[in-house]
């Protein structure tokens, strides 16, 4: 069992520097940065997402804990917004440690989240996935999301 917790500084301070070199590393496959500015252009992209860091205003960031055990398992990060077309939750990283990948903790994080945004009265969880991240995709799947725009790229 599952739940999310706040996340603190110390964590906040373990998980981006984790997070930017893990965000670099999806861009660079993915073909979207070379490898040259990466790291630099992911640290840019936290820095501004993230100005206050835990604190930063509308930015929900939690560890995951495995409550039975009472240790942590991952990371998950959304952020809140509203528009006309209603509350949403926007899921910008989704992290389960190495170790406890395969065990049913991904399903039991996505259920945790439903929880936790429900709590907010958020009407819609959205999320941007590498194609060629197949287990994340699938995961997601089966948790109820579906795709709604697909961006395409052709090399000449």
């Known amino acids: 069992m599952v739940k999310l917790e706040k ?16 965000y670099a590393k999806e861009k660079i496959k993915a073909g979207t940065w070379a490898e040259k500015e990466a790291y630099k252009l992911s640290e840019e992209a936290f820095n501004k997402l993230l100005p206050d860091g835990v604190n930063t205003e509308k930015q929900y960031l939690f560890s995951i804990m495995n409550i039975n055990e009472q240790i942590k398992i991952g990371y998950l990060w959304f952020q809140y917004s509203e528009s ?12 389960i440690f190495e170790e406890f990948r395969g065990k049913g903790y991904g399903i039991e994080s996505m ?15 959205s999320l941007h996935v590498f194609s060629h991240n197949k287990r994340a995709i699938s995961l997601y799947r089966k948790v109820g999301f579906v795709d709604k725009d697909l961006l395409m790229s052709k090399y000449i």
């Open 84 to 95: 006309l077309i209603g509350k949403e939750a926007f899921i910008y990283d989704f992290y």
């Open 7 to 22: 996340m603190s500084q110390q964590d906040f301070g373990d998980y981006l520097s984790n997070a930017i070199v893990e």
């Open 111 to 125: 259920k945790a989240l439903d929880t936790e945004v429900r709590k907010l009265k958020i009407d819609k969880i």
